[in-house]
Each structure stands twice: as C-alpha cells, then as structure tokens.
C-alpha cells in the first residue's frame, strides 16, 4: 500500500511532467555556466533548485524563461510534452511561465495596480478601464493574503508586501509554472514564512512552483523534490517523500563533500582595545523629531570579532552607517575613540581615515558599481592608492586588483570581468577587497553573508578569521544567530534602538539573546 505524504494529498496530476529540460549547455566567455543539464519537473509540485552560488541555478531559469533566447544555449525545453523555443520573456509567459527575480521588478512610483497589469493593461481602443483594473487588482491581491488598497504606491510598502506584488502579478497573467529566485532573501522570519505557506497553498490549487533558496531549512519546509546543481551540471534529484532528507545530505550534493563543521576553527588572540563608541544618540533620518539610537555604548578588540544581534528594525545597521561617516540618520552626537583618541568620522573619508570600513548588507545597490569590472570597484575606495601625480596607474591598479583576486579566491576569468556577471558570493569577496584596501583597523560587516551559498560562507568565515588573526578588529550584524555563535568572541544585543545586553561567548546562546530582546521589550 502506497502511503501519500500530506504535503501531497489532495494535489492532481503530480505524476505527470509539466517540464522537461534537456542536455541544456549555456555558455559565456570564458566559462561554460551550464554543462549538459537534465532537468523534470512534476504538475503540481513544488521543486527546489539548491547549489553553490555559480553552479548555474539562475541561468538554468533564465534558459527556461526566455531570458537567454533559443539559438544562445544547446538542448530542448519540452513544455507539456511539446518542445518549445522562447525567444524572449513575452513567449514563455504565454504558455503560463512566470518568472520572479531576486531582484524584483516593481516600479516604485507607480501604484500597485500600476505595477499588477504593467505591460498586460485592461483596456480597449488603447484606453486603460480603471475600474476593472482595481476590481481586479483586489481580487489578486486577495489571493496573496494583501489587504493594501490597489491605488498604494510600491515604494510605501515594505519588501514582504513588494514580493507577494509580485506573485499577484504572476497570478494576473494565468501561472502555470511559477519560478522564485531567492523569494525570501530580503525578508524576515515573519515575511518568510507568510510566503512559503501561500506556495504551498497554491500547491494544493495544483499550480507547479520552482524556487532558487540558500536557506536549506525552507527548501527542506516546502519541496517535494530537490534538484542539485554543482559547477554547471545536475548532480542528482532528491525525493523528499521517499527519502530523509537532512540539511548536511543537501549540503554534502552542493558542495561534494561532507560539512560537519559549517564555520572554522579560530583560536582568539584579543588585545587592546581599538574600536570604543560612548553614548551614540541618532535621530532618525526620515522622521526627523524621531530619535532612533539611544546612548548606544560599545568597544571592539585587536583579534576580536564582535557580533550585534537584533531583530528587524532593532538599529543595527543604523548604527553602522551613522558611525561611518554619517552616512545614515541626523542630529547625530556621541564620541567615537580609535586607540582611546578621539576621532573625527563626520564624513566618510574622514571615516576611512580613522581607520573604519564598512561592507554593507546591499552590495548590488550600495556595494558595487555592478556594470564595472572587478579591478575597478576593487581600487574605488583608494584611488590614491593606485595614483601618481593625480594619475591612476593602470599596471599599479591591476597589480592591486590581481593580488585580492588571488587572496580571497575570487572565481572569474579576470579582473576585466564584470561584478554583474560574478556570483553572489564572488561579488561579495569584490566588496571586501575594496575596503581591505583601505587597511582599515577595524572592519564593519553587515550581514556579509546574505544570498550566498554555504560553501562560499565558509569562505568568507574563513576571511574573518585570518583579518582577526592579523590584528584587526571586527564588528558583524548578521539576522543569522547560529552565524554570530559560530564566528563571535562576544555578542551586543539590541532593541529598539539601545544595546540591551552584552554576552560573552560561553553566554551567548539563541536563548539568551531573544530572552534579552524580550525582556528590554517589556521595559520600553
């Protein structure tokens, strides 16, 4: 007797391959992205894709979707057992392919109605009917679990709302097969789980899902098979129904090995203290009468990595740029001692000059000048450091450019290559070997793993390490507690603006810190 597992009962069809996806090889210069790919995807399932960043799961979806036209890629995509050749987006998505990318593609300015039916207007005789359009809109966003009015601006919401935008304009356009790229990297615990449960709502409803995620837990939550892909090829599918399937299996698949120790060994050597900041007070930077950081006191040690732990809006990253530079925020007051001097960081290259560098948690928008090449966003930070005479040194700058390339192994054909085309995990390296650059003494990491995969977070734990090791001072915002118990000395905790606890590490514990948050919570 067959046993049906109840996240497939109730679901048609699921024997029966909507998607097939075969020998698919995609090449770019230098690199081949896809090597002979085989790819089967059930009716009514949801299907995880799980891999390395730069194993090829984005490519593959852009194959799959038109992004990258028949004629650019060898193989066949065969779509409800016919072959089918995409020559852009507009083709897959008439057959009910929908694809969303990491990066969402809402316009900001423009409603959420505006946003829904983009390009797919209701209209007749070239004139929008506006009525239909918001009746429309609300029946959509219903599906979602929005209650926001149609007629909101995209930009007044936050990113878990934009994201289920984003579904409901998938859903105006008759989905069949939905494809997510990363859908909850941006959100938090609570936005999170409100979408992977709709997923597997339209699961139920029969709709086939594909979602791209680095958060193993999920893809572990909600998938009925998972696809594992390692440098451009499938290494192998996993049936969640008739297998136990455990985050290290997945990760041994992704990496090609076994991982029992995510994060690695470090023997602290802490010194003096580099880093004190005494009584930070920061209002905030839209809301002007608003104060937003409160008498925030904190030090950071030679040899140290200290972590700051929060929940969302807790002031984590607010204090990080409000100390370099002042780059966040207004009527900013508190001193701020470098060795126990007093320094001046009211501007960034004041900042940097200090001896501060801050990686920050955006590094597509803030962090890089994507469409510029490795050498160049490398030396950005320091130009006079590749300069002569006011002149950049060209051999100088990709002399510099070559050495972090080869120090913290970032994968690309050159240094020419552009930061847009690199991995997440890549691109981050990118980001870090700017400010390294800048021999900074102490270096602000906020959450500098974010959207990238295990084996390159071992990797840039491993970075961590050695800076410490060499005398620098390390200060780490990350939403991942497992993260800052594995890599930190000690732990600042904070909420609503305020440092409410400091944990060493033998204290320190998930436990103990949402029992901080919790209990400064009933305080304020």
């Known amino acids: 007797m067959m046993i049906v597992s109840p996240r497939r009962a109730g679901i048609l069809h699921m024997d029966k391959i909507i998607l097939e996806m075969r020998g698919i090889t995609k090449t770019f210069p230098g690199v081949k992205a896809l090597d002979n790919v085989s790819f089967k995807v059930r009716e009514g399932e949801i299907h995880a894709l799980v891999g390395e960043n730069g194993a090829g799961k984005s490519t593959l979806m852009k194959v799959l979707s038109g992004v990258y036209p028949a004629g650019t890629y060898e193989g066949e995509i065969h779509f409800d057992n016919e072959v089918r050749r995409f020559s852009t ?94 859908p909850t990297a941006s959100l938090n615990e609570t936005d999170s789980d409100a979408l992977l449960t709709l997923l597997m709502e339209f699961r139920k409803q029969g709709m086939t899902s594909i979602i791209i995620s680095h958060k193993l837990n999920e893809i572990r939550k ?111 007051s508190g001193q701020v001692f470098m060795h126990g001097k007093p320094v001046d960081v009211s501007t960034i290259p004041k900042a940097i000059g200090a001896g501060l560098a801050y990686v920050t948690e955006d590094r597509k928008h803030l962090g890089l000048v994507l469409n510029n090449n490795i050498m160049h966003n ?104 497992p993260e800052l118990l594995g890599t930190c000395d000690r732990i600042y905790v904070m909420n609503e603006g305020r440092i409410v606890a400091e944990l060493s590490k033998g204290e320190a514990s998930q436990e103990s810190i949402m029992r901080a948050i919790m209990r400064s919570g009933e305080k304020h």
């Open 378 to 481: 490398t030396t950005l930070a320091n130009l006079d450091g590749v300069s002569n005479n006011g002149f950049i040194d060209e051999r100088k700058e990709a002399r510099v450019a070559s050495d972090y390339r080869s120090k913290l192994r970032i994968r690309s054909h050159s240094i020419y290559q552009e930061t847009v085309n690199l991995s997440g995990g890549n691109q981050q390296k990118v980001v870090l070997s700017k400010w390294l650059f800048t021999d900074p003494q102490v270096l602000i990491l906020d959450e500098p793993t974010r959207g990238i995969d295990v084996g390159a977070k071992f990797e840039i734990y491993t970075i961590i390490n050695q800076l410490a090791a060499e005398g620098k001072g390390i200060l780490m915002i990350s939403s991942e507690m």
């Open 89 to 182: 987006i507009s083709d897959s998505e008439e057959l009910g392919i929908i694809i969303i990318h990491q990066e969402l593609a809402l316009v900001p300015l423009l409603s959420i109605a505006e946003n829904i039916f983009l390009g797919n207007e209701i209209a007749s005789n070239g004139v929008i009917n506006w009525p239909a359009t918001f009746a429309r809109t609300q029946e959509l966003l219903a599906k979602v679990g929005l209650k926001d009015s149609p007629s909101t601006l995209i930009t007044d919401i936050g990113v878990g709302k934009q994201q289920l935008v984003e579904i409901a304009k998938a859903l105006s356009k008759k989905v069949r097969l939905l494809i997510l790229d990363e």
């Open 222 to 332: 909600v998938a009925d098979q998972i696809t594992i892909l390692r440098d451009g090829g499938a290494v192998e599918t996993l049936d969640c129904h008739t297998q136990e399937i455990t985050e290290d299996r997945i990760i041994r698949g992704m990496v090609g090995r076994a991982m029992e120790d995510r994060y690695p060994p470090r023997e602290p050597k802490i010194g003096e203290t580099l880093l004190e900041v005494k009584n930070w007070n920061v209002f905030h930077q839209n809301h002007r009468d608003r104060q937003f950081l409160h008498d925030v006191n904190f030090t950071v040690r030679a040899g140290e990595v200290v972590g700051i732990a929060g929940l969302m809006g807790a002031g984590r990253t607010e204090t990080a740029m409000s100390l370099f530079g002042k780059s966040w925020g207004h009527k900013i």
